[in-house]
């Protein structure tokens, strides 16, 4: 079946621009995660829902960061004034429920010049 | 800081040896998963072990679980060319992930 898609795959744009990340998760995944990958680095986790709720907002780097989640379904990860430590490649996964394997999708990569 | 600290950073070894990483972390688990990254994007999952597990094996993997050192191996016998990936452990707190800076295998023919 589908796995996790991201959309887009790669994204420029210029310092103080908001972006718009989307994550479609697998069908049925009551879980969906949201990383941060720097070039070289591992992954920084930011947030992670279940169903529609975020109950942990503290790994987003800033207030600049945001994400929803609705219907149980998609997530939109939100960067306000982007700045260029915000490049990264942004990972989302799914998983079937909390704790379980996580499938992640392939990532956007964000570039802030 | 990272909850998960892979060890060794870097490792290269020949077709056919074992590739032996660790992965140690701070807090309680619930569950701790291993994955795999290529060269790009994608990660793979490649194994979860339970805080109540010792071990598990997959195919050419096994994963052991300490949960009194807060430490996990994974060991990767009979290695082939593309097992050649960086390898990232990641502990799950109920809820919380974090992975480590992961162990960059290198496997030359």
């Known amino acids: 079946g589908a796995g996790v898609s991201q959309s887009p795959s790669n994204k420029v744009t210029e310092k103080g621009k908001d972006v718009e990340l989307r994550c479609d998760p697998i069908?049925?995944?009551?879980?969906l995660y949201w990383y941060r990958q720097s070039l070289g680095q591992g992954l920084e986790f930011l947030i992670y829902f279940q169903g529609n709720s975020a109950p942990d907002k503290s790994g987003l780097p800033s207030d600049r960061f945001s994400a929803e989640r609705t219907g149980g379904s998609v997530s939109t990860l939100t960067i306000q004034r982007t700045q260029q430590e915000d490049s990264a490649v942004y990972l989302c996964?799914?998983?079937?429920?909390?704790?379980?394997?996580?499938?992640f999708g392939p990532g956007t990569r964000l570039l802030v010049l | 800081s990272q909850q998960g600290e892979e060890d060794p950073q870097a490792l290269s070894i020949q077709e056919g040896e074992n590739a032996t990483m660790n992965c140690s972390y701070k807090t309680s688990i619930n569950n701790l998963q291993w994955y795999r990254q290529n060269s790009g994007r994608g990660l793979v999952h490649l194994i979860l072990?339970?805080?109540?597990?010792r071990e598990k094996h997959s195919g050419r993997l096994r994963v052991t679980l300490d949960t009194s050192k807060k430490s996990s191996s994974l060991l990767i016998t009979a290695s082939r060319a593309a097992d050649t990936a960086s390898y990232f452990c990641?502990?799950?707190?109920?809820?919380?992930?974090?992975f480590g800076a992961g162990t960059q295998v290198v496997v030359t023919p």
């Open positions: 996964a799914s998983s079937p429920g909390l704790g379980e394997t996580q499938y």
């Open positions: 990641a502990t799950d707190s109920w809820g919380k992930f974090q």
């Open positions: 072990i339970r805080s109540n597990e």
């Open positions: 069908s049925g995944h009551t879980a």
